[in-house]
C-alpha cells in the first residue's frame, strides 16, 4: 500500500498545481477579451467564495461517507473544468467552469478530506507531517506553471487548458482510487492544554470556543495577505517589461521554495507553537509584496527573484499549521464538518484578495495598495494565530467564548 504521506503529497501536488495555473491564464484571457482586470479575477473570487459556500457540506461528506468517494468525484470536477474552459466566449461561461465546476473539484480534493485523512492517522508531530504532505503542492506549482506558458505559446491557451485537464485527470484518478483509504481517528496522548479539552467536539461546542473564531480569522486573514498578490502576479510583472517565460519559471520559483516551506514551518509549530511558525511565514508574505512594491521604484529581475523565494516560503504555510491546531482543539468524529466551517473563512478571503487586488488596480492604474493591503492583512494573521493559542488555565482551551 502507498504510504498515506505520499499519497495526499501527490494528489495536492496536480490537483493544486492544476488549480493554480489561473494566474498564467490570466494574461491571455485579458489579451483576447478585453476585461477588466476585476471582472477577469473576479472568476477566481468565485470560486473561492463557492468554495466557502461548499466546505462545511464536504465536511459532512467526508463525516459520513469517509474522504475516498468524495476525492474520487472532486477529481471529476477538478479536470473537468480546464477542459470546459477551453470552450469560453463569454464571462458567465468563465465564471461557471471556473467559478463553480472547478471550485467544486477543488473542495472535494482539497485541505478538507486530504486533512481529515491526516489528522486522524497521526496523534504527534502532527504539524510536521501535514506540512509534509502539503507541500506537494509547491511541487505542483514550479511545474504546473511553466509547462502550462509553453502549452500556450506554442498551441494557444485552449489547446493548453484541454491537456492540462485531461492530463491531470490520468494521474489523479488512479492516485486517489488506489491509494486513499480511510482510518478511524488516533487519540492524541498528551499533557499540554489541547489535550485536556473534550476529545469529540462537536460543531456546535467549538463554535462557542474563542480559539474557533480565532483560527477562523487566520483562516480568512490568510488569502487575502496571499492572494491579492499571487493572482496578479504575472500580470504585474508582464506590465513591468519582463518576459513571459521568464515570468512563469519564476512562479515555479514559488512553488518550489512552497515545497520547502511547508514543512519547515511545520516543524517550527511543532518545536515553539504555531503562533510564531505563522507569525514568520506572515513576515515572509510580507516580504514579498514588499519586495514587489521595490521593483515599482528599481526594476531589476532581482527584486522578483527575492519575491518568488520570500514570498513562495510563507505561501501555504499557514494551511498546515491551522489544519494541526484544529486538529488538536476539534479533533474526533465530527472534525471534517468543524473544519469545514473553519475553511470557509478561507474561502471568503480566498473570494475577496484577487477581486480586491484588481479593483484597486482598475481604479489606480497600479498594484500598489493592493501590495499594501497584503502586509496589512498579514499582520491581522498573525494576531489572530496569537488569540487562539493564547492560554487561559487548566481546561481553558474548552471554555466558551464570552457572549
Known amino acids: 500500500m502507498i504510504p498515506i504521506i505520499a499519497v495526499v503529497w501527490l494528489i495536492f501536488a496536480v490537483a493544486n498545481g492544476l488549480f493554480l495555473c489561473f494566474p498564467i491564464?490570466?494574461?491571455?484571457?485579458?489579451?483576447?477579451?478585453?476585461?477588466?482586470?476585476?471582472?477577469?479575477?473576479?472568476?477566481?473570487?468565485?470560486?473561492?467564495?463557492?468554495?466557502?459556500?461548499?466546505?462545511?457540506?464536504?465536511?459532512?461528506?467526508?463525516?459520513?461517507?469517509?474522504?475516498r468517494p468524495v476525492i474520487l468525484g472532486g477529481v471529476a470536477f477538478l479536470?473537468?473544468?480546464?477542459?470546459?474552459?477551453?470552450?469560453?466566449?463569454?464571462?458567465?461561461?468563465?465564471?461557471?467552469?471556473t467559478g463553480v465546476i472547478g471550485a467544486i473539484g477543488v473542495v472535494a480534493v482539497g485541505w478538507i478530506p486530504l486533512g481529515a485523512l491526516l489528522s486522524r492517522r497521526f496523534a504527534e508531530r502532527r504539524g510536521r507531517v501535514i506540512g509534509t504532505a502539503f507541500s506537494g503542492m509547491g511541487i505542483g506549482v514550479l511545474a504546473m506553471g511553466p509547462l502550462a506558458q509553453s502549452l500556450i505559446v506554442r498551441f494557444g491557451w485552449r489547446a493548453a487548458s484541454v491537456t492540462?485537464?485531461?492530463?491531470?485527470?490520468?494521474?489523479?484518478?488512479?492516485?486517489?482510487?488506489?491509494?486513499?483509504?480511510?482510518?478511524?481517528?488516533?487519540?492524541?496522548?498528551?499533557?499540554?492544554?489541547?489535550?485536556?479539552?473534550p476529545t469529540d467536539?462537536?460543531?456546535?461546542?467549538?463554535?462557542?470556543?474563542?480559539?474557533f473564531w480565532a483560527l477562523f480569522g487566520a483562516y480568512l486573514a490568510t488569502p487575502l495577505a496571499v492572494f491579492s498578490v499571487f493572482a496578479h502576479q504575472v500580470a504585474f510583472a508582464v506590465d513591468h517589461g519582463f518576459s513571459r517565460i521568464l515570468v512563469a519559471s519564476l512562479f515555479g520559483v514559488v512553488g518550489l521554495a512552497s515545497t520547502a516551506g511547508r514543512p519547515l514551518f511545520g516543524?517550527?509549530?511543532?518545536?515553539?507553537?504555531?503562533?510564531?511558525?505563522?507569525?514568520?511565514?506572515?513576515?515572509?508574505?510580507?516580504?514579498?509584496?514588499?519586495?514587489?512594491?521595490?521593483?515599482?521604484?528599481?526594476?531589476?529581475?532581482?527584486?522578483?527573484v527575492v519575491y518568488a523565494v520570500v514570498f513562495g516560503l510563507g505561501f501555504g504555510a499557514r494551511g498546515p499549521i491551522i489544519t494541526s491546531m484544529a486538529g488538536d482543539l476539534f479533533g474526533g468524529r465530527h472534525f471534517?464538518?468543524?473544519?469545514?466551517?473553519?475553511?470557509?473563512?478561507?474561502?471568503?478571503?480566498?473570494?475577496?484578495?484577487?477581486?480586491?487586488?484588481?479593483?484597486?488596480?482598475?481604479?489606480?492604474?497600479?498594484?500598489?495598495?493592493?501590495?499594501?493591503?497584503?502586509?496589512?492583512?498579514?499582520?491581522?494573521?498573525a494576531a489572530c494565530f496569537w488569540i487562539a493559542s493564547r492560554p487561559r488555565g487548566r481546561g481553558a482551551l474548552a471554555a466558551p467564548y464570552p457572549p
Not at 79 to 91: D, H, I, K, Q, Y
Not at 279 to 286: D, K, L, N, Q
Not at 355 to 364: N, P, R, S, V
Open 201 to 211: 467536539a462537536t460543531l456546535a461546542s467549538a463554535l462557542r470556543t474563542r480559539e
Open 25 to 67: 491564464f490570466f494574461v491571455p484571457l485579458l489579451e483576447e477579451f478585453q476585461w477588466s482586470r476585476a471582472l477577469t479575477a473576479g472568476a477566481l473570487s468565485t470560486s473561492t467564495l463557492t468554495q466557502a459556500a461548499l466546505s462545511p457540506l464536504a465536511g459532512v461528506l467526508v463525516d459520513r461517507f469517509g474522504a
Open 336 to 381: 471534517g464538518l468543524i473544519y469545514g466551517a473553519l475553511s470557509v473563512g478561507n474561502g471568503l478571503g480566498a473570494a475577496l484578495g484577487p477581486w480586491i487586488a484588481g479593483l484597486m488596480h482598475d481604479l489606480t492604474g497600479s498594484y500598489r495598495l493592493a501590495f499594501l493591503f497584503s502586509v496589512l492583512s498579514s499582520v491581522g494573521g
Open 79 to 97: 479536470c473537468g473544468a480546464p477542459v470546459l474552459t477551453s470552450t469560453v466566449r463569454e464571462v458567465w461561461q468563465l465564471y461557471l467552469y
Open 267 to 304: 516543524a517550527i509549530a511543532d518545536r515553539v507553537g504555531g503562533a510564531l511558525a505563522a507569525t514568520i511565514s506572515f513576515g515572509c508574505t510580507a516580504g514579498g509584496a514588499l519586495a514587489l512594491l521595490a521593483l515599482e521604484v528599481h526594476p531589476h529581475v532581482a527584486w522578483l
Open 164 to 197: 492540462l485537464g485531461l492530463a491531470a485527470f490520468v494521474v489523479l484518478f488512479p492516485i486517489a482510487w488506489v491509494g486513499v483509504h480511510d482510518a478511524a481517528p488516533v487519540a492524541r496522548v498528551s499533557t499540554s492544554a489541547a489535550s485536556r479539552r
